[in-house]
């Protein structure tokens, strides 16, 4: 079960085929390979990456939950 690396939600909704939107925090998850992105949605519909909040190896362990 993947969880959020923001809040720890198990409420995680899969908006793409590689995308996925939590709910407890609004925040948009990108897999691309073995990386994970983090943004943020903006009041106009635009992502604000928070990738530099996470650190690479807490994101890196994140990633095998998805899988």
Known sequence: MMRCPNC????????G????YCWGCFIE???NG???SVYQVEEDG???S???????????HI?????
Do not use: A, R
Request: charged share 30%; no cysteine.
């Open 8 to 15: 720890n939600s198990k409420d995680i909704g899969k908006i």
């Open 17 to 20: 085929s590689h995308q996925f």
């Open 29 to 31: 998850l990108s897999v």
């Open 34 to 36: 073995d990386k994970m």
């Open 46 to 48: 635009t992502l604000s």
């Open 50 to 60: 928070l990738d530099d909040l996470f650190f690479e190896e807490e994101v890196s």
């Open 63 to 67: 990633h095998e939950h998805v899988n």
